[in-house]
């Protein structure tokens, strides 16, 4: 089975449940975030770095549009701003030679590892895990002569017992890498899962609604890490947002960071954010789920500190990232 059909079949959820998490996904983001009301970030300075997973792409192109056509308009959305940003590959699904890796690499952005078939973690045998690991360290070595030794974990699994983590740590630290944490985790996926069905189906007022929940829901998902962040950290701290190589980013992610700085944010380059001994904390939390960074190094956050801005994490917990 080709590698990015067994990606979309892992993802797939039943119908009911998608279309549902989808709407869900879009309420929370209209209604039970006052977007109006959210507070600019923390003295009009709130660092933040981009980090875009699943290269070369994740889910449809606009029609008539190649992938590496879609790249392009989503590299020059960042580069126009002069906003630095992070890819994360998964090698089975690209090359050596594939132009999109290279036109990643032109625009000045980082490349990391994202495994070679976002394989979950806890999901097959650990040395499988990190064969996969290998396999994309070895691609990426050959496509770019070095790697930027970043590695994102696939659905942000990072091993469901000590063991496990402990073993995928060592391995990842052979062959150099830091793991790119995320401290902003979001829904963003269901709602460009939605935007891929409404541009193959030419639906633009669907189109234009979910471009608009998609701006909301990311400034919520920055008031809700903030919020956060404010209690957990108790400091200024750079942000790590997670976000997806797609249709919704390449059409609308202009938008989503023109709001961001309207809010205070300032761009950093993800390897400039993880320099900040936060992300360099012990992993606290033990157990299968895909967390934001600041709730695994304080996993009682996520039961006494739950902010007011409900957790777009909720949404999410079966699917991937
Ligand atoms: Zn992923």
């Known amino acids: 089975m080709p590698v990015g059909s067994d990606l979309a079949a892992r993802r797939r959820a039943p119908d009911v449940i998608r279309h549902g ?7 929370v983001a209209l209604a039970s975030v006052p977007v109006g009301d959210v507070p600019l970030a923390a003295d009009a300075g709130q660092r933040m770095a981009i980090t875009i997973d699943d290269l070369p792409w994740n889910g449809a192109t606009a029609p008539g549009e190649s992938v590496a056509q879609a790249t392009r308009r989503l590299l020059a959305t960042l580069t126009t701003r002069g906003v630095p940003a992070a890819g994360f590959v998964n090698c089975a699904r690209t090359g050596p030679n594939d132009p999109v890796l290279l036109s990643w690499r032109e625009a000045g952005m980082e490349l990391g590892n994202h495994g070679a078939h976002h394989l979950n973690i806890d999901g097959v045998d650990l040395s499988a895990w990190v064969k996969d690991v290998r396999e994309c360290h070895d691609m990426l070595t050959m496509a770019l002569g070095r790697p930027d030794r970043l590695f994102r974990f696939p659905y942000l699994h ?10 995928a740590l060592a391995a990842l630290r052979d062959m150099g890498y830091t793991t790119a944490h995320v401290s902003i985790d979001d ?4 709602l460009a899962e939605a935007y891929g069905r409404a541009l193959r189906r030419g639906d633009s007022d669907r189109q234009d609604a979910i471009a608009t929940a998609y701006v909301e829901h990311m400034a919520a998902a920055l008031a809700h890490f903030t919020a956060v962040a404010d209690s957990t950290v108790g400091r200024d701290m750079p942000h790590i947002l997670l976000l997806h190589a797609n249709a919704l980013a390449a059409d609308h992610l202009g938008r989503v960071l023109d709001d961001f700085r309207a809010r205070g944010v300032v761009f950093v380059s993800p390897a400039d954010a993880l320099t900040d001994p936060i992300y360099h ?3 606290r939390y033990v157990g299968p789920r895909g967390l934001s960074w600041l709730y695994r ?12 801005v409900r957790a777009p994490t909720r949404l999410d917990r079966r699917a991937r990232r």
């Open 297 to 308: 190094i304080d996993p009682e956050g996520t039961r006494t500190a739950r902010p007011t």
């Open 281 to 283: 904390e012990p992993d």
């Open 21 to 27: 998490i989808v709407l869900l996904a879009i309420v």
């Open 158 to 167: 990072q091993g469901a017992t000590e063991s496990r983590r402990a073993t």
């Open 187 to 190: 829904s963003e996926w269901i």
